[in-house]
């Protein structure tokens, strides 16, 4: 198997615990406070390789989470999409930030993330809360995101992913 493609496996593997990590049960009252894995995961790699993962990963991996969540389809690939997009016009900024700094900016990408899913949900006649603490899931994000980048990062260097 060439570089690539193994490269490509260890991707999509990450993906895929992202997506095990999104569907596994909470208490009711811990379900604003779960981490937003996959988004989280595909911002690392559009910052890590924006040539391989980009617009288009977004998409697919809105629509396996729809799937998943049993959303309306579109719903969490419109988000990504626009999540992708403001994170491959900044890679360059984001590679140069701290730990802390990207932190911080996970906050501000993974809360629109959630606010344009919650109001798309409200958009389509969906009943969600009314009260903002489904935001808390950008701080518990935020706070996941430095173990979360220095793993996929040794993966990344381990498996010689370009």
């Known amino acids: 198997m060439n570089g690539r493609a193994q490269g490509m496996w260890v991707i999509v593997l990450t993906f895929f615990i992202a997506y ?15 981490p937003e894995w996959v988004p989280l995961v595909l911002i690392y790699w ?8 980009g617009i288009g990963t977004a ?24 999540i992708a997009y403001i994170t491959l016009s900044l890679h360059q900024r984001l590679r140069m930030f701290t730990i802390v700094q990207q932190s ?12 344009i899913c919650h109001w798309l949900q409200l958009a389509t006649g969906q009943t969600v809360s009314t009260s903002l603490i489904f ?28």
Not at 135 to 158: D, N
């Open 46 to 53: 559009v910052m890590a390789l924006p040539y391989r993962v």
């Open 135 to 162: 935001l808390m899931a950008a701080l518990t994000s935020a706070l996941v995101w430095p173990f979360l980048f220095q793993i996929l990062r040794q993966l990344r260097r381990g498996f010689s992913v370009r």
């Open 20 to 34: 095990l990590l999104a569907i596994v049960p909470f208490p009711e009252w811990a379900m604003d406070y779960r």
């Open 104 to 115: 911080w900016l996970i906050i501000a990408l993974v809360g629109l993330n959630l606010m």
């Open 59 to 82: 998409w697919v991996a809105g629509l396996v989470l729809d799937i998943l969540e049993g959303s309306i389809l579109g719903l969490n690939a419109l988000a990504l999409v626009i």
